[in-house]
Each structure stands twice: as structure tokens, then as C-alpha cells.
């Protein structure tokens, strides 16, 4: 009997601290939204009151991109060729240019161009987009490579990737079996 009086009281404190734990905010979406505006009235506050630190120049200049496109500087002229063999006008190039041109023994086909007022450089990329005759700068001058397909590879480190895996345990009957998942992690039923 003793235990009968006790479990109704037991029964209404827990009925008590439920409720109380239950407990609602009146409009705790404005309460939030307040706390939030006010947070960054706060930190913009902050911002505008710190002084403002200029970066080095060194690094200001590192961050500003060149206006001639990536294109080296050097004597402009004009360019024109009708109808012309492509290891000509190559050649007749390092004459104009004054550098030196190695035209790949496959270089073949016809161009006609017009550009004036142009460096080395820029008649190289325009004859590369157009006819698809690619170059390189080497320690030597310039090499003309053929309009050929050129497989290149280039190492990528990626540091923002997310590596996302997944392992489970599963013993039974004294067994453990193992599984691959998507991602190559190994995964164990």
C-alpha cells in the first residue's frame, strides 16, 4: 500500500515537469530575428570603426591583372597573308618579329590574315584559334607545333573537396562481411 500513495504523486510531479518543459516563447521568430539584426547593427558597427589597413603595394599589384591580356610586349607590325603556305608564313614571321621560330616538320595548309598593329605573340594566339597551329615558348624562341590533337596532363590540388564516407558494424552469427560503397570506402555489414 505504501507504494499506491506514492505513485500517484509521482505520477503528478512528472506530469508537472513535463509542462513546465514544454514551455512556448511568444513570437520567438521576432525575438530571433531581432537578436540577428542586432548582432550585425553590431559587428558593421565594428567594421566601421576599425581603421582601414591598406595592403603592400607588392601584393596590390600580385592582385591587379595586366591590361595587355598575358601578351608579351615587343615591336608591333602588321600582318598579311592571302592564300599563303602555313611553313611560309611562319617563317616570313621570324623575319618580320625578329625571334626565333621552329616550325614542326607537319606544320601544312594554307592561312589568310589580316591584323595590324600586333606583337609576336598575339598573331601566334590568333592563328592558333583560327587554324588550330599551336606554339610554345621555349628557352629558344617560339616552336610551331602541327594542328594535331595534343594530349597534356596537369596536376590539380584541390583543397576544398569534401570527402564524405560511411562505416557500419554489423557481427553476426560470428561473421563479419565486408562491402564497398560508393564513394571506394569500405563498408561493413
Known amino acids: 500500500m505504501p507504494m499506491n500513495r506514492f505513485l500517484p504523486k509521482a505520477c ?22 531581432e537578436q540577428s539584426s542586432k548582432l550585425l547593427d553590431d559587428s558593421l558597427k565594428q567594421a566601421e570603426a576599425a581603421p582601414k589597413v591598406m595592403p ?12 595587355d591580356g598575358g601578351f608579351s610586349s615587343g615591336p608591333r607590325f602588321d600582318v598579311a597573308a592571302k592564300d599563303m603556305p602555313a611553313r611560309e608564313f611562319f617563317l616570313s614571321l621570324m623575319d618580320g618579329a625578329g625571334q626565333n621560330l621552329v616550325v614542326h616538320p607537319d ?12 606583337t609576336l ?13 599551336d606554339f610554345r615558348r621555349t628557352s629558344y624562341g617560339y616552336q ?21 564516407g560511411q562505416t557500419d558494424t554489423r557481427v553476426s552469427s560470428g561473421q563479419v562481411e565486408s562491402t564497398s560503397n560508393n564513394n571506394g570506402n569500405t563498408r561493413f555489414c
Open 107 to 118: 606544320v601544312s595548309g594554307t592561312i589568310t590574315f589580316s591584323l595590324r598593329r600586333v
Open 144 to 164: 610551331i607545333l602541327p594542328n594535331q590533337v595534343i594530349t597534356r596532363s596537369y596536376d590539380i590540388n584541390y583543397l576544398n573537396l569534401q570527402r564524405v
Open 56 to 67: 603592400p603595394l607588392a601584393v596590390q599589384a600580385a592582385l591587379i591583372p595586366q591590361l
Open 12 to 33: 503528478l510531479l512528472s506530469l508537472t515537469c513535463l509542462l513546465a518543459a514544454c514551455q512556448t516563447f511568444k513570437d520567438g521568430d521576432a525575438q530571433l530575428y
Open 121 to 133: 605573340d598575339e598573331v601566334l594566339a590568333a592563328v592558333r584559334d583560327s587554324y588550330g597551329y
